[in-house]
């Protein structure tokens, strides 16, 4: 099973093809195959043991396939130097107790082989909001603490791929907008972002692109307006004429029910410009628009759907 | 890369010993035996005041050794119970997920513990043991004819141990790895003294015992040349009973051992670094 992609191993930031894992008699992963592209963030969903955090670590090198080939910013993933410009956050996130938060930011500068200021180091803890802790010992953090060190640790050596397992898992609401910021900022600054995350809503707002795993297979996965298909638009309107329905029916399919009308927009249709200009020109035919209200299916309920119903998708 | 991240680990393991209880408990533990030892010589000194100065320091060469087996034993100690955790504890609790995920070797990462552990090891073998010569010197007047190469031999035989520590610490887990490695000490060290006292009864099974063990593990056989390096040359007239008695030496390792140990150490972290490199973290 394949997630579609324009990338080729050369170009994308993550290429992984046929990847299967087995532990024991349990097949964790069979046949799994995801592409992300330069610069864009794509969301791993699934349910628990899915296989998503197994695919994670095939991805980097840290568990062996059984089966398929990685490729990482276009060089094989059997060559640690494939690492190079990488940035992880472990689901398990734990770092040397015995070590300063400045001193475990220094040594992954080091293994990274990269050359980044003390200075841009300490930028990089005040981003996650330990600016003060710098010179403390990690033993006495807080699990939510060692999240947002796991998460400067992914972030300090400049990387042009971060791969986040469960970024928010430890994290306060707070902490989770802050997440969010880091990767919408992390997408303007062109770098690739791979997010496994439970939580639905995180990864709708921020993902350009999500695969969706189950019983480590590819169920589906697409960009967010492939997955979530259909747009309707609600209209309550008045003195609609004949020129006004067909201008209607020209958005899109239309269902009646009364004064209300229901616009079933394409999957692609760019709601921002679309919805203005079907108003404006409703308006400018003589229809009284008393209300509009634009819905979409939200991720979590087309997640569940495909998690209920697999074998239904198109991936 | 790759030596740049065998110093940076070997580093940061040295960084990580310095600052862990084990160290506190280790120099703790070298304390107690440094002041015991200096009281102990300073009362042979008194006790054997009535006997030459050769006499003295043959018993004093005798207790020496026994001090340093006591030396050893700590040095194996924590060196083992350091090597243990360092590897399967930071599997185990996850550190080593974001340190493996940099652009680094597996086998880069083990030769740099291994490295950090045999400095840490050794200068502790070096510095505890200067130490106790030099009491002994100052209370007894004695000085091991091959100090330095006794020490030498002591060094190697605690990296031999945290050696097979790190290797079993790719495999097991933490603490039982530690435990592991020190009860394989203890049970080579008892073979060689049960195949001394077949040497010395003429009892070839028993002596083949001892020969075996040295071969197992050679911690053994470099504690002996150790001692051997230490004790007094008078000692030498009893040579033909040394052998059934666990605190003298017989002589010198040959080369041909010497260089059996070193490949054993190599092989066996050879051995570490494959294992390690094929675990699924």
Known sequence: ?315 | MTARTVLTVAALTLREASRRRVVWALLGMTVVLLALGSWGFSRVADEFGGLGILEARIAASTILNLVMFGLSLIAALGTAFLAGPTLAGEVESGIALAVLARPVRRSAVVVGKWLGLVVFGGSFVVVAGLGQFFIVDATVGYWPPQAFTGLALLALQTTTLLTLALLLSTVISPMASGIVAVGLFGATWIAGVVGGLGAAFDNQALAQMGDVSRLVLPTDGLWRGAMSAFQHPALGFFLAEAEGFPFLGTGLPGTGYLLYAVAWVAAVLGLAVLTFGRRDL
């Open chain 1, 1 to 315: 099973m394949s997630v579609e992609s324009t990338a080729s191993p050369e170009t994308a930031a993550v290429h992984a093809a046929g990847l299967r894992k087995r532990y024991g008699r349990q097949v964790a992963v069979h046949d799994v195959s995801l592409t992300v592209g330069r610069g864009e963030v794509v969301g791993l969903l699934g349910p628990n043991g899915a296989g998503k955090t197994s695919v994670i670590k095939m991805v980097l090198g840290l568990v062996r396939p059984d089966a398929g080939e990685v490729h990482l910013l276009g060089r094989p993933g059997t060559d640690p130097g494939s690492r190079s410009e990488i940035g992880y956050l472990p689901e398990l996130f734990r770092y040397q107790p015995w070590l300063t938060a400045a001193e475990v930011l220094t040594l992954h500068v080091r293994l990274s082989g990269r050359t980044v200021t003390r200075e841009r180091q300490r930028e990089t803890l005040g981003l996650v909001g330990l600016a003060d802790r710098a010179d403390d010992r990690v033993h006495g953090f807080s699990k939510g603490m060692q999240q947002r060190l796991g998460l400067a640790v992914a972030l300090v050596a400049e990387p042009r791929l971060v791969i986040l397992d469960e970024p928010t898992s430890a994290l306060d609401p707070l902490g989770r907008a802050d997440v969010r910021d880091i990767v919408r900022s992390l997408r303007e600054r062109g770098v690739a972002v791979l997010l496994n995350s439970h939580l639905i809503g995180e990864v709708e707002r921020v993902c350009d692109r999500v695969v969706i795993l189950n019983h480590g297979r590819v169920a589906a996965s697409g960009t967010l307006a492939q997955l979530l298909g259909r747009q309707e638009l609600h209209l309550r309107l008045g003195k609609v004429t004949a020129t006004a329905y067909e201008r209607l029916a020209a958005a899109g399919e239309v269902v009646r029910d009364g004064e209300v009308h229901t616009v079933v927009l394409p999957p692609d249709a760019d709601l921002a410009t679309a919805v203005p200009r079907l108003v404006a020109d409703l308006v400018g035919l003589g229809v009284d628009v008393h209300a509009v209200e634009p819905s979409r299916v939200t991720l979590e309920e087309r997640l569940l759907d495909i998690l209920r119903h697999p074998g239904e998708e198109a991936s």
